[in-house]
């Protein structure tokens, strides 16, 4: 299973990215997956997560900016994030769990900066 984030770059404060997770290997779609993110100097922290069942959990320091999605159609997840502040500067990672294995994509830098 391998996990590609994308979709990373600089961006203006209140400016919108969109990132994306492509799944690739022999797995079912489907499961659970979230996105993760590290400043430097900081813990990697949850910033959302999206059930096997749809549903989605935010951390509240995202809450009503960003917006987790996926097309299982295309083995893709998605983090739409909007209102961006000098905060949300961070390495940006997708996971994916498969039963009790956890898979972890490579990063993308998001820089939220004037």
């Known amino acids: 299973v391998q996990l590609q984030a994308s979709g990373g770059g600089l961006v203006q404060p209140g400016g919108s990215l969109r990132l994306s997770c492509a799944v690739s290997?022999?797995?079912?779609?489907?499961?659970?997956m979230a996105w993760y993110r590290q400043s430097p100097q900081k813990q990697r922290e949850l910033v959302a997560i999206?059930?096997?069942?749809?549903?989605?959990h935010y951390a509240d320091s995202v809450k009503g900016r960003f917006t987790i999605s996926r097309d299982n159609s295309k083995d893709t997840m998605y983090l739409q994030m909007n209102s961006l502040k000098p905060e949300d500067t961070a390495v940006y990672y997708c996971?994916?769990?498969?039963?009790?294995?956890?898979?972890w994509g490579k990063g993308t830098l998001v820089t939220v900066s004037s």
């Open positions: 290997g022999d797995i079912a779609s489907g499961h659970a």
């Open positions: 999206i059930g096997n069942d749809e549903s989605t």
């Open positions: 996971k994916l769990w498969y039963g009790a294995i956890g898979y």
